[in-house]
Nanobody, 119 residues
Framework: QVQLVESGGELVQAGGSLKLSCAAS????????MGWFRQAPGKEREFVAA????????IYADSVKERFTISSDNAKNTVYLRITSLKPEDTAVYYC????????????WGQGTQVTVSS
């Protein structure tokens, strides 16, 4: 079992920056790749970025790669998502996820953290 707890979401002004955190725990969490998804109001949940604990290999959705940075801190068992130049369309609930076999169906989800960007 893997537990994921997100934090860092808040109300920010357009143009600002934000750093989301996802604390992972559980006996086997290090064997999973870690990712971030988001779900905007009225839209489907979409993949944002992912990182591996070992080697720090990262992947991004094309729509966010210019402004989003995913990273991991193995010592703290935490994955981060830094977002710069925030836009109102970034408003969404951001979810942390853990997966072993790709991102079409992650194995574990966090509860989500709300990011709201005001114009």
């Amino acid at each position: 079992q893997v537990q994921l707890v997100e934090s860092g979401g808040e109300l920010v002004q357009a143009g600002g920056s934000l750093k989301l955190s996802c604390a992972a725990s559980g006996r086997t969490f290090s064997s999973y790749a870690m990712g971030w998804f988001r779900q905007a109001p009225g839209k489907e949940r979409e993949f944002v970025a992912a990182v591996t604990w070992s080697g720090g290999h990262t992947i991004y959705a094309d729509s966010v790669k210019e402004r989003f940075t995913i990273s991991s801190d193995n010592a703290k068992n935490t994955v981060y998502l830094r977002i710069t130049s925030l836009k109102p369309e970034d408003t969404a609930v951001y979810y942390c996820a853990a997966a072993k076999r790709g991102w079409s169906s992650p194995d574990y989800w966090g509860q989500g953290t709300q990011v709201t960007v005001s114009s």
